[in-house]
């Protein structure tokens, strides 16, 4: 479904092995990112955002210890915790978009071998 003419949108679903680090995406600016989902298998992988020069590198355990389990307008949250049946999903939905004027860049570094699924929305 295109929610507006202007969206792009990327995709990509793959394996990373155990300590594999592996980039998920990589968009040049300029560009306003609008939405990013990761979906994992591993609650102990790092995922790396890098956008311009802010840099944040959790887990999903981690961001649940944290307490970044609702949905909120400023950083990555943890959309998907389930234990049972090892999935985890990390969302990103920054009010009214992100300006990206260089580059963002996200990237999962495996500590169990994982499988990872991601969509993001920019314009």
Do not use: C, Q
């Amino acid at each position: 479904k295109i929610l507006s003419r202007g969206v792009k949108s990327t995709d990509a679903s793959f394996s990373i092995s155990a300590g594999e680090t592996k980039t998920v995406f990589h968009l040049r600016g300029p560009l306003i990112m609008m939405k990013a989902l990761l979906l994992l298998t591993d609650k102990d992988a790092k995922i790396n955002w890098e956008m311009d020069s802010l840099k944040l590198s959790y887990s999903p355990y981690e961001t649940w210890v944290m307490g970044l389990d609702e949905a909120n307008p400023v950083t990555p949250f943890l959309a998907k915790y389930d234990t049972t049946n090892n999935i985890y999903s990390v969302e990103w939905v920054p009010a009214g978009g992100m300006l990206v004027n260089d580059y963002i860049k996200l990237s999962v570094t495996a500590v169990n071998d994982t499988t990872a699924h991601m969509i993001a929305y920019y314009y």
